[in-house]
Each structure stands twice: as structure tokens, then as C-alpha cells.
């Protein structure tokens, strides 16, 4: 079955990555709102301002995946489609009663943090229904956060600040850990052209032997690479040192969350 029309309102990195997955599923003619001369795949239509929708369109859905700080602007447009449409938001930090303020207060808002894998269909998506969500709405969202992998919802909206902290900004920290995988490396001696495809091959392949042992604990399959002694060894017991992972890496999602709490309105 088509998925129904729908108003895309930013075109960008999200924005694209969804359209795509929407666009494998078998999308009906929508439209699709950017300032920029985004690549919009027939049959779609692109207009550059919400305000120049056609009053006539009638989505069923209308998602928000412009950057936070650019919404203002643009919800007095979004409201006559919200009466009818369920407004799917994937911004950071924006909530949904702060939307519910501006696009009116029975407005059916259901907030999402999606990451970036999902420009690959491999992404994950946390989702929270606002009160005025019914359940044909809530399926229509899942069918769309599905198309671009996996889904979760959550009846606590607080909950999506860890969210973001974790899975929304997670694909960064992974990246980093290749960028110093490559860097240690090549201090090490190792030609930088093959630092480089053993930090990301690394990185892949071990994300994707997690995908391939779900009911495996990350621990289990760490211990499986470490004998006592030996060399994975050795560099465990300097990255889980007290000051070291342990440490760090709860400091650090406990630090984007609050940035999260603190962005939030
Ligand atoms: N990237 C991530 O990892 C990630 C993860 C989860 C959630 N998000 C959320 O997804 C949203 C989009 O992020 P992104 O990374 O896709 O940003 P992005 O690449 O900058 O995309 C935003 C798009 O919106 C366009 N835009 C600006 N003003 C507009 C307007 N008035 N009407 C319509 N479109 C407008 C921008 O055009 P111009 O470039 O011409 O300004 C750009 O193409 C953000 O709210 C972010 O919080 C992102």
C-alpha cells in the first residue's frame, strides 16, 4: 500500500535520508518544502517556503525537519495543514507543547530523534505521541521511522534527551573512535592508507558482528577477543581504567543530555 501524501518541510541531511526510505516504500506524490535547490525526486513537487503550499494539498502528514532554530518562522504556515495532519517533528530539542503553542493546542504532535544511519535504512528512531495523537496517526508515523530502520517509542517525552544524547548524537563518538583508531596507527608505523581502512573496517566490522549476535552482550563478544595476558588485553586495561571509558563515557552522554534539557523548549 502507497504511503499517503505528505508535507516535508527541510530537505537537508534528515530530511533527504527520509525521503529516500519513503521513496523505496512506494511514496505518493508529496510536497516538499526548501529554501535550497534541494534534488527533489519526481514525482514530488518543491516549493521554497511553506507559506507557498497550495492551500488545496491535503497531507496526511506533515514532518518538521528543518533545524531548530529555523521553525519559528515557519510554523504559521504549517497551521491550517496541522488541522487535518498529524505533524511528525524529528528536531532536537523542540517539544511537544512548545510546538503544541504555535500550531494549536489539539494539534496531533508526535516528536521523533532519529540518526543518521537511517540515510542508509539502518538508522533508529525514538518516537513520543502527544496527547492528541490517535492511533491511526501513531501507526502512520511508525510506518514512515520504519521505512528507515529500526523504531522505539516512549510515553515519557523527558526520556528523548538521553535519546539524543546517546543515539541521536552516537554516530559522532563512533566516527571519533575511527578517527583515533587511524591516528594511533599511524603512530605506530603503519602507512596511513592502511591505518585508515583498519580503523574503519574495524569499526564496521565489529558494529556489524554486534548486528549479527542481537541476543549476544557486547561484553560477551569483547571477552571473546581477550585472553588474559595478551595484546587486547593490554589495551583494555588502559581504556577501562577508572579515569579512562568508564568514566568518560557516561561524563559524556550525562553532559549531551543536559545540553539537550538546556535547548529544550
Ligand atoms: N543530522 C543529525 O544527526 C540529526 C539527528 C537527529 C535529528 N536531527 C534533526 O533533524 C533536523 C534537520 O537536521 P539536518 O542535519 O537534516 O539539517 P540540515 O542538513 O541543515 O537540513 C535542514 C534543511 O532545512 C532547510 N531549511 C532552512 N530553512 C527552511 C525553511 N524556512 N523552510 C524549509 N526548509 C528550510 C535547510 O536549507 P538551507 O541549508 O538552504 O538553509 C536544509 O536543507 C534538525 O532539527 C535536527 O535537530 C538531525
Known amino acids: 500500500m502507497a504511503i499517503p501524501p505528505l508535507l516535508l518541510i527541510g530537505c537537508g541531511r534528515m530530511g533527504t535520508a527520509l525521503l529516500r526510505g519513503w521513496d523505496?516504500?512506494?511514496l505518493s506524490q508529496s510536497v516538499v518544502v526548501d529554501p535550497g535547490a534541494a534534488e527533489v525526486p519526481a514525482p514530488h513537487l518543491w516549493v521554497k517556503d511553506a507559506s507557498l503550499v497550495a492551500a488545496s494539498f491535503k497531507p496526511e502528514i506533515v514532518i518538521l525537519a528543518?533545524?531548530?532554530?529555523?521553525?519559528?518562522?515557519?510554523?504559521p504556515s504549517v497551521v491550517p495543514f496541522a488541522r487535518d495532519a498529524v505533524v511528525l517533528s524529528i528536531m532536537a530539542g523542540r517539544s511537544i507543547s512548545g510546538l503544541a503553542s504555535a500550531l494549536g493546542p489539539a494539534a496531533a504532535i508526535v516528536r521523533a530523534m532519529p540518526n543518521t544511519p537511517a540515510a542508509i535504512g539502518r538508522g533508529i528512531t525514538v518516537a513520543c505521541a502527544g496527547p492528541d495523537v490517535r492511533a491511526s496517526?501513531?501507526?502512520?508515523?511508525?510506518?514512515?521511522?520504519?521505512?528507515?530502520?529500526?523504531?522505539?517509542?516512549?510515553e515519557d517525552e523527558a526520556?528523548?534527551?538521553p535519546v539524543t544524547a546517546l543515539s541521536g548524537s552516537g554516530p559522532a563518538y563512533v566516527f571519533l573512535l575511527a578517527e583515533l583508531l587511524e591516528a594511533a596507527g599511524i603512530e605506530q608505523g603503519l602507512p596511513p592508507p592502511l591505518a585508515r581502512q583498519l580503523a574503519r573496517l574495524t569499526v564496521s566490522?565489529?558494529?556489524?558482528?554486534?548486528d549479527a549476535a542481537p541476543h549476544e552482550d557486547a561484553a560477551s563478544l569483547r571477552r571473546a577477543v581477550t585472553s588474559p595476558g595478551g595484546t587486547t588485553a593490554s589495551a583494555l586495561d588502559i581504556l577501562m581504567g577508572p579515569s579512562a571509558w568508564p568514566a568518560s563515557i557516561p561524563a559524556a552522554i550525562e553532559a549531551a543530555t543536559q545540553r539537550s534539557r538546556v535547548l529544550a523548549r
Open 205 to 210: 566490522g565489529a558494529g556489524a558482528l554486534l
Open 159 to 161: 526520556l528523548l534527551d
Open 66 to 75: 528543518v533545524k531548530p532554530q529555523a521553525v519559528d518562522a515557519i510554523l
Open 137 to 154: 496517526q501513531r501507526e502512520l508515523c511508525e510506518r514512515l521511522l520504519a521505512a528507515v530502520g529500526a523504531t522505539a517509542w516512549v
Open 24 to 26: 523505496a516504500q512506494g
